[in-house]
C-alpha cells in the first residue's frame, strides 16, 4: 500500500529533460505541405527580390524632383509619354517633365523613382497618354515603390533554419521560387492505454467498465501540435501485453504515450516495462503540478516514452503543459517551451483560489464574457476523474509554484485549451 | 482613369453580409476525424456517466458517517473486509465500522459513499483485507467519488449541436460510446489567382513578372481555419479565361477565393466574371478596412466569391479578418465571428501610430519580449506588396474606425498571426 519511491521534480526541470531530445531529421517536402512545419535548413535567396524597383500603387512613375512640392492649391503638370505595361520591363527612359502610366506591380522605367497615386493626379485631356497630366501632390524618392531587394537580397539568408513557417513564410518561399524545402519531419506519436477496466469505445460497459477515453483525447491533442497520432488502443496490464505493445509502439513511432495507468500498480507496471527494454532509462517520475504529479518520463534509445495520469483531466493538463511542447520541439520550433506559444486571455477571476505552494496548480475556468470589460472567470471545480469539468471549461489558469493561491478580482491569464 | 464605382460598406456590415450564407451540410465522420469539427446535432447521452458511483482515489470505500470526525490526532478506525476490483461490480454490501480497499475508478459497494484516500489512512496489520485501518482524515458524503450521472445523464443532450469538438469534447464522445458523430462538412476552398504578370512558383521571372505568392499563402491561411484549399492557379486575366476557370471552381467548391485582381482593371473584370454567372450577385465591393479596401463580396447560386486585393498583405489581413471566420461560419461555428477566436496578446505599443478615422486599420506588429513586462510592440510599416512586413510581424493591432490613432505605451491587443 506505500506509494513507489519517486523525487517529484518542478516543471522547469521536467522540461529541461525534455529538451534534451533531439529534434528530427529533416524531409523534402512540396510548398503546399510546408505550412506550420520548421524550416531545417537557412533559406537562400537565389535572387533579389523585388527583382527591380516596382510600383505598389496605379498612378504616374515619375521623378520626384519634377514633382516635389506639388499640391492641390498649387499642382505641377507633367507630359505622360507611355501606358506601362504590367509584365515586361519598360522599354522608355522618363526624361524631366516627363511620366508614365503605371499600374500596381510595374516596374519602373529608367529615369523614375517615385510614383503619384491616381487619386491625387488628373489627366488634362481625353487621350492620357500623349497628354498632361495634373499632380496634385508632392512626392519624395521611393514613395509608393517597393525597391529592388527590399524583401530579399540574393545570397543572404532570406529565413533562417529553425523559423517556423507560417502563411507568410510560406509566400516568401514562393516569391523566391522554392517549389519545396527542407522542413522538420512531424513526430509520429503511439498512443496505448492501458488498465483492465478499460473497454473500446464500441462497446456497452458493465459496471466498473470504462470506455477508453483517453486515447481518443490524447490523439486529438497531437493533432493540435501537428503530431501524427497512432492508436494502439487498449493493452492488458501485465507486463507481457504491456512490454510487447511498447516494444512496437517504440519501433513505430518518434514518441510514445503511455495513457491510463492511474492506479499504482499500473504505474509500476509503466516504469518496469520501459525499464525492461533496451537502452532505457527513467528519467523522471513526478512533476510538481497539479493535476498530472504522477507523469513519468522514459527513454528508449534516443526515443522518449510518458506515462500520463490516467484521469482524463490530469492527462489533458499535463499534454497541454508538457507534451505538446515536447512535439514542438522535436519538430524544430526553437520556441517549443515559450508560454508565448499559449493563446492567453486575460479575465478576471470571480473568486478565491487556494493552492498548495510547491507545486503548479492548474485551474480549469470557465469564461463569462462581459460588455467592455475583461471576461470574469468561474474555477470548474469537480473531480479530474470526471469530463464535465473540462468540457465546461474554456481554459486553464496556473497558479505558480511557489503561490498560495490566486484572490477574486485577481486580472489572470487564461491559457485558451 | 477613374475608380469604378462603389459604396464602402463597415466591417460589421461586411460580416452580417458573410453570416446570411448558409452552414454546410452534416456528414457522419470516425470518431478519430472529429476534432476541431462542429456537432451538427445533438449529442445525446445513451446512457448516465459515471454508470455508477466510482471512487477517483486509491484508498478506502467508507460511509461517510463512519469516518465523520476522524483526524490525525483522533483517528477512527475501521474493519477492512474486502479489497475490490477495478473492472467488476462490487458484489458486498459495506455495514457499518467496515471499510474495502479501493482503486482509482473502482465502483462503490453498497453501503458505501465517500473515499479516504490512502495517504489519510495507515493498515494496522500486515494483511490488510482482515485487518483494522486507521482512518485519519474526516469524511464527508461523495468525497472523492464521481457521482453516477455527473457527466451525463440519460437521455439528456450531452453536447448541443453547434459544439466545437475540442479534445475533451472528443473524450466525452468516446465516454459516451459514440464511434462516430454528425458533424458539418469542412469547406472546399477554390483559389485562383489572375493577373498576367503572374508566374508559377517554378519559373524564373523576367523583369516584371512575379511569381504566385498569394495563392500559397492564401491555401496556407485557409487550412488554419480547416478549409480544405484547392490550387486552381493562375488564370489570365480576360473576361474568358476568368469566366470558365470561375464556372469550374464554383462548381467544385463551397467558397472560391479570387486572389490577385489588385489593379483596377482586373477588380472590374472580377465583378463582371461574377456577374456574369448565373443566379449571381455582387453583395459587396469594398470594405472599409486598411489594408483590404478593394475586397469584392460575391455571390453565386448559395457560394460565395471573394475578390482578394493583390497585394500580399492586404489579401492576408483580408483573409484573417473576413475570410476565415466566414470558413469557420460555414463549418458551423456559432462563434465564427467572434473576436474570442482570435489569439491575442497584450503589449505596449512603442509609438504612435496615426490611422484615418472612417476605416479599421490593421497594423503590422513586431514583438519585443521582455521579463517582467508586457512586450513591446513595433509597429512594422512598409509597402503592402512587400512580405517583409508581415514576415517580420507576430501579428496584428486593430485600429478602430472611430479612433485616430494609437499612442506610444498604450496598452493594446496584438493578434497572433
Redesign the interface.
Known amino acids: 500500500?506505500q506509494h513507489g519511491f519517486f523525487t517529484i521534480i518542478s516543471r522547469s526541470e521536467f522540461e529541461d529533460k525534455l529538451r534534451g531530445f533531439t529534434p528530427l531529421e529533416a524531409e523534402t517536402v512540396d510548398?503546399?505541405g510546408c505550412?506550420?512545419r520548421v524550416l531545417a535548413q537557412d533559406m537562400i535567396a537565389p535572387h533579389d527580390?523585388?527583382?527591380?524597383n516596382?510600383s505598389?500603387m496605379?498612378g504616374f512613375a515619375v521623378n520626384a524632383r519634377d514633382a516635389f512640392g506639388s499640391s492641390e492649391t498649387n499642382p505641377g503638370y507633367l507630359e505622360c509619354v507611355a501606358s506601362l505595361?504590367?509584365?515586361?520591363?519598360p522599354d522608355i527612359v522618363l526624361n524631366p517633365g516627363e511620366c508614365a502610366r503605371i499600374?500596381?506591380?510595374?516596374?519602373l522605367p529608367e529615369g523614375a523613382d517615385s510614383v503619384v497615386m491616381?487619386e491625387h493626379?488628373q489627366?488634362m485631356e481625353q487621350q492620357?497618354v500623349g497628354g498632361t497630366i495634373e499632380i496634385r501632390k508632392s512626392a519624395a524618392p521611393f514613395d509608393?515603390?517597393?525597391q529592388r531587394g527590399?524583401?530579399a537580397r540574393e545570397g543572404a539568408v532570406a529565413?533562417n533554419a529553425g523559423t517556423l513557417?507560417?502563411?507568410?513564410?510560406?509566400?516568401?518561399?514562393?516569391?523566391?521560387?522554392?517549389?519545396s524545402l527542407a522542413v522538420r519531419r512531424r513526430a509520429r506519436v503511439g498512443i496505448l492505454s492501458t488498465?483492465?477496466?478499460l473497454i473500446e469505445?464500441?462497446?456497452?460497459?458493465?459496471?466498473?467498465?470504462?470506455?477508453?477515453?483517453?486515447?481518443?483525447?490524447?490523439?486529438?491533442?497531437v493533432?493540435?501540435a501537428d503530431g501524427l497520432p497512432t492508436?494502439y488502443g487498449i493493452v492488458k496490464d501485465d507486463m507481457v501485453s504491456l512490454s510487447h505493445a511498447l516494444k512496437r509502439a517504440i519501433e513505430e513511432n518518434d514518441l510514445v504515450l503511455l495513457s491510463g495507468g492511474?492506479?499504482?500498480?499500473v504505474r509500476d507496471l509503466t516504469v518496469q516495462a520501459i525499464e525492461a527494454m533496451d537502452d532505457s532509462e527513467i528519467m523522471a517520475h513526478g512533476v510538481a503540478i497539479s493535476p498530472g504529479k504522477p507523469t513519468i518520463l522514459g527513454r528508449v534509445g534516443q526515443k522518449p516514452v510518458l506515462g500520463l495520469p490516467?484521469?482524463?483531466t490530469s492527462a489533458?493538463v499535463v499534454v497541454h503543459v508538457l507534451v505538446l511542447p515536447l512535439i514542438r520541439h522535436l519538430h524544430g520550433d526553437p520556441g517549443a517551451f515559450s508560454p508565448?506559444r499559449r493563446?492567453?486571455?486575460?479575465a478576471e477571476l470571480a473568486r478565491n483560489v487556494a493552492s498548495k505552494p510547491g507545486r503548479e496548480d492548474y485551474v480549469r475556468i470557465r469564461l463569462e464574457?462581459r460588455e467592455g470589460q475583461p471576461p470574469l472567470a468561474h474555477p470548474v471545480l469537480?473531480?479530474?476523474?470526471?469530463?464535465?469539468t473540462?468540457?465546461q471549461?474554456h481554459g486553464l489558469a496556473a497558479i505558480p509554484a511557489e503561490s498560495e493561491g490566486l484572490y477574486a478580482n485577481d486580472l489572470i491569464d487564461v491559457w485558451?485549451?
Open positions: 500500500m510548398l503546399a505550412a506550420e527580390w523585388p527583382l527591380l516596382r505598389c496605379d505595361p504590367i509584365d515586361k520591363l499600374a500596381t506591380g510595374g516596374v491616381v493626379t489627366a492620357v509608393n515603390v517597393m527590399e524583401d529565413l513557417l507560417r502563411p507568410q513564410e510560406i509566400g516568401l518561399a514562393a516569391a523566391l521560387g522554392f517549389e488498465g483492465d477496466e469505445v464500441g462497446e456497452i460497459p458493465r459496471p466498473g467498465q470504462v470506455r477508453d477515453v483517453n486515447t481518443h483525447t490524447v490523439a486529438a491533442l493533432e493540435q492508436r492511474s492506479s499504482i500498480g490516467g484521469q482524463v489533458l508565448n493563446c492567453l486571455r486575460k464574457e469537480g473531480k479530474s476523474g470526471l469530463l464535465r473540462i468540457v471549461a485558451i485549451v
